[in-house]
């Protein structure tokens, strides 16, 4: 039996797995995945169906990670919905067409759907391409978590020991891996959560539902909208797919699917037509029938749960679907959950793992995605209550109309603010009011300082791991604001600045210094700015209105950041604001950062 040591062991390589692979790769980290799964070789075999919807916020973490740019090659974009109630005499009627998705600060305002397999494809690509590949098919049989504090506490030791058994045709080979940490991610019956004794809260519902993805020939006026028909045989939420294909679901009935001897759910005793022909019930008087053969199907019933912890010590986290399910209605907020869990996740492992953070700052993960995960629970129960309600007693269309607005919080992912922490401090808020911190930057068009090419700051905050210090200054055509700046730049390469304490490996390594002008394009030159605050020419930005009037300029405004005072905004390597502070107080900037990392010097 062969013997290895890895920093970090992910189990399970769907969309969650993969994220954090993908970005702890990308930060250097000596990473393994691992997956039940067989080899996918071939185009045909990745998998269809499953959870396929991204939303606002995941397309600009994806984008962060240089990824976004396929998936809207390959998927297919969501911009408008449509309502139906029944209509009298039966059949139903359209009574409301709105934005599928209102989330007005997002760089993308609308979802992206494509299947499960082609977005895991995606993530599997960028792994490749920086050396990692997924291990399968390979299954983890014991894992052993030392309980001694000192090793659990000591950054070389590997205090977890996990047996994995890697199947080779008829036969198999075992395999005994230390890691520093495991992150389990192997899905809603994860075999690390249940390893761990891990609980899960909440229950499941009575609703059974049946999904389908096919190519449709139909006269349904909105068959390329997201559409949410209420009707008096029962309720379906449509959603269109790429390659011009449709995911439909309906509710079923226990006579449709449940074994009358045993009381439980099977599959069996449905199909693929009988779906359709419900779907047909409800989209009465529109006709649909499927070209060609049904792309995948399934029959699922509600849960509603979530574990009851996400972490064991520090050294073994649960991630995606291991942690939360619930579901699926409109847009599978699953796994854009899933991605952001192992978003928010990856760079607390690197910070900790190169050393320039203490092991407090992976206890955040659980307080800021566990509580998420609550609020959307609790919200997907009454979402998807609305569609299961009986004939007589399903709500109004305006009703539904408000509840999908208030959907889309949790839908987009816009409007996902995490609580007060060491790592995200709301004392200074006044200093910038419309940039909450806890929530993501909130993307604008500045100007670039040397050539005046307009540029999205969102472009600026790409998944590095670094922190980005943006330091809003005003017009240093005034000597007043002049003499500030220079004053921030003096304290910025003081020995005692954060930029010197917790800059491991010098240069731009942990942070990103990134500086923000109110000063006109015309009259200043980025050569103006001390050498502090433009490390290269690109670090300088102009609010100012591009060369031909179309874009930029507001941008203090819109961050509620006064142009003559100024701010200084902490933006987290995952995207999210983590303080503002005044422009003055370098002081609250050094405190913040003093409160979860290490000095260089305690590290060496």
Known sequence: MTESHVDVLIIGAGPAGLMCANALVQAGIFVRIVDKRPVLTLPEHVQAGHADGMHARTLEILQSYGLAERLFREGEQIHRAAFYEPRAGGGIQRVRRAAAFTAPTARYPFACSRHQGGIESIFIDSMREKGLVIDRPTVPTSLELL???????DLTKYPVKVTLNRLEGTSSREEIVHAKFVVGADGAHSWVRKTLGIKLEGDQTDHIWGVIDFHPDTDFPDVRNLSILQSSEGSALLIPREKDHLRIYVQLSDADVMDPETGRIDKARTSSEKIIEIARKVLNPYRIAVVGEVEWWTIYIVGQRSAEQYSVHDRVFIAGDACHTHSPKGGQSGMNASVNDTHNLAWKLAYVLRGWAGMSLLRTYEAERLKFAKDLINFDREWAGLFSEEANSRPSEAHMHVMFRKNDEFMSGIGLQYAPSTIVV?????????????????????????????????????????FKILVFVGDITDEVATGRIRGVAEKLSAPESFLQRYGHGGGDTVFDVLCISASNKDAVDY??????LRRHWSKIMFDDVDMHGRSGGGGFAAYGIDPQAGAIVIVRPDGHVGLVAPLDRLDVVDAYFASFMLPVQASA
């Open 527 to 532: 050569t103006d700015f001390p050498q502090t």
């Open 147 to 153: 309980q001694d504090e000192a090793q659990l506490t």
């Open 426 to 466: 709301d004392q200074w808020q006044a200093c910038a009011t419309k940039l909450i911190v806890g929530q993501r930057m909130v993307p604008h068009i500045f100007l670039s300082a040397a050539d005046a090419r307009p540029v999205n700051i969102h472009d600026k905050l790409p998944a590095d791991t670094r």
